[in-house]
């Protein structure tokens, strides 16, 4: 039967090398000689070689032996290591502030808040593809902070906490060629025979586009399917094709986007946070910072226009 090496057994190998005699060796490892020579002929056993040659003056390693007291070595120098090497990435991930970043116009003031705040060296940045994504890795304790967007009510993970930042209606992003875009608001209905731009990830915005629609009577003739962050800008400019945006976007030039009153939808804008995170006690200042950023329009706080600044680690 092959007897199955663990790290105790390549130790136990060190040390009668080291020792030159199985009694020392026993005597240092505080184990009966006879066990411990039992140990090492099962070993010699399973290898099918010797490990060492023995004489009334002790033990001497054979070349066989030394072949596999040189693994036996790095093996273990190795898992020695493993402690130190996690203590030092425990101490790095506690010293960091791991923040989210998402595709909202808030997530610039958040990094300028951090900034104010005296976090910003600590920021850490994560991008993710969608807003499920971003909750999963809340979920799993991978993020302490982050400014996140919705138009429906979206399921926390448990241990986070939430803050309201803004809210921001949504509006129709046109070509500057458009008809539409002569007018200083769109009616919904006139939106029925575009062709529509709809982000693609597990956030389902296919699915509100289509009820969105579906409540004005119409089905949407979705033309692309883009990611969030992707080249909807373009697309709008140079296909002619149409999408839904948060009002206070930066806009590439050559598109436009403009109000649909008739749309009650409104995205809200929240602070995400880990609640046993070292920001936690924090987050309330951050979220003033934020706040005093968002500029009121029509007695409404909705998101500004500054562009977002991304900090230097990014993963």
Known sequence: MIMELELKHLRHL??????????????????PQPALSRELRRIEESLGRSLFDRDRTGVRVTPFGRLIL???????????????????LR????????VGWSETTLSGHLLDALEVTGFGDRAEIRTAGSTAEMLC??????LDLAVLSEQCPVPLPANTGRIDLAEDPLAVMLPQWHPLAALPSVRFAELEHERWISSTGPDRCREFLARVCGSFGFSPVIAHHVP???????????????TLIQSTRPLAPGVVHRPLPELLVRTS???????????APGVG????????ACRPRGGRRVAGESRPRLAARTS
Request: net charge negative; hydrophobic share 40%; charged share 30%.
């Open 14 to 31: 060190q040390v009668i090398a080291r020792a030159g005699s199985l009694n020392r060796a026993a005597a240092e490892l505080v184990l």
């Open 70 to 88: 040189d693994y036996a070595d790095g093996i273990l120098a190795r898992t020695a290591r493993i402690g130190a090497d996690l203590s030092h």
């Open 91 to 98: 101490a790095q991930r506690d010293g960091a502030l791991r």
């Open 137 to 142: 890795w809340f979920g799993r304790g991978e």
């Open 228 to 242: 969030v962050s992707g080249p909807r800008d373009e697309i709008v400019r140079y296909q002619g094709d149409i």
């Open 269 to 279: 804008h929240f602070l995400l946070y880990r609640e046993d995170s070292r920001i």
């Open 285 to 292: 200042r951050l979220a003033e910072v934020i706040g005093e």
